[in-house]
C-alpha cells in the first residue's frame, strides 16, 4: 500500500518567515502526491499536486513544494509566512484508483 | 468547501441509536467517499462510490453503511454498531481518474452521549 509519513506534529515559525512543512512517502511505481489544508472545524482545502513533469509544483494562497525523488519527499514551502496560514496541513498519496491516503497531520502556528 | 454540502454540522447521539449523516454534491462527480477523522490520526476512510448503486467498503467501514441512489447524494448511517463513533466526519468527492484531486465538504461533528 502506498503512504505518506509527516514527522513533525508541529511546526512555529514567525511571520514574514519561511515556512517548510516536511512529507515523505513511500510507494510502489509512479507517486500521485498532494496538499491539503484544514482550519479549525472546517472541511479540507486542496493546496496543490504533483503528478509528473516539473519537481517544483505552484499551488493556492502562495505556497508550493518540491518533489524530490532520490528523498522520496513531497515538502511544502511558503517563502514568507503568514499568522493566516496557522492550520493543519495534510499530505496524502494516491493509492489506487480512487483512495487517498492521508498522514496524520501537521500543525503549523505563524506568530506575529 | 464549495460544491459539497453536509448536514447537520453537529450531532448528538445517544448510545443504541442509529444516526444519518447527509452529503451532497453539485460538481457532477462520479466519485464520493466518506472519512473519519480523529485527533492526531489523519483521515482514514469508511466507504467509497465510483458510480450510483455501487460502493466498496474502506478502510474502518465495521458499524457504518452507505447508500448511492443519486449521482449527488452519498448519506452514511452510523450504527449502534459502531464502538466509538463520537468523531468529526469528512465527505469528498472527485472526478473518475487517478490524477484528480477531491473535494471535501465542510464536515459533521458527531458526538455519542
Known amino acids: 500500500a502506498q503512504s505518506v509519513a509527516q514527522p513533525e506534529d508541529q511546526v512555529n515559525v514567525a511571520e514574514g518567515n519561511p515556512l517548510t512543512v516536511k512529507c515523505t512517502y513511500s510507494?510502489?511505481?509512479?507517486?500521485?502526491l498532494f496538499w491539503y489544508v484544514q482550519y479549525p472545524n472546517r472541511g479540507l482545502q486542496f493546496l496543490l499536486k504533483?503528478?509528473?513533469?516539473?519537481?517544483l509544483v505552484k499551488g493556492s494562497y502562495g505556497f508550493e513544494a518540491e518533489f524530490n525523488k532520490s528523498q522520496t519527499s513531497f515538502h511544502l514551502k511558503k517563502p514568507s509566512a503568514l499568522v493566516s496560514d496557522s492550520a493543519l496541513y495534510f499530505c496524502?498519496?494516491?493509492?489506487?484508483?480512487?483512495?487517498?491516503?492521508f498522514g496524520a497531520g501537521t500543525t503549523v502556528t505563524v506568530r506575529a | 468547501d464549495g460544491g459539497i454540502t453536509q448536514s447537520p454540522k453537529y450531532l448528538f447521539r445517544k448510545e443504541g441509536q442509529n444516526v444519518t449523516l447527509s452529503c451532497e454534491q453539485n460538481?457532477?462527480?462520479?466519485?464520493m467517499y466518506w472519512y473519519r477523522q480523529d485527533p492526531g490520526q489523519g483521515l482514514r476512510l469508511i466507504y467509497y462510490?465510483?458510480?450510483?448503486?455501487?460502493?466498496q467498503k474502506g478502510d474502518i467501514a465495521e458499524g457504518y453503511s452507505v447508500s448511492r441512489e443519486k449521482k449527488e447524494s452519498f448519506p452514511l448511517t452510523v450504527t449502534s454498531a459502531q464502538k466509538n463513533p463520537t468523531a468529526f466526519y469528512l465527505c469528498?468527492?472527485?472526478?473518475?481518474?487517478?490524477?484528480?484531486?477531491?473535494?471535501f465538504g465542510p464536515g459533521t461533528r458527531l458526538t455519542v452521549l
Open positions: 469528498a468527492s472527485s472526478m473518475f481518474g487517478r490524477y484528480y484531486e477531491q473535494f
Open positions: 460538481l457532477n462527480h462520479d466519485a
Open positions: 504533483y503528478i509528473t513533469g516539473d519537481n
Open positions: 510507494v510502489s511505481g509512479n507517486p500521485y
Open positions: 496524502a498519496v494516491r493509492d489506487g484508483d480512487y483512495k487517498l491516503s
Open positions: 462510490s465510483q458510480i450510483v448503486n455501487d460502493f
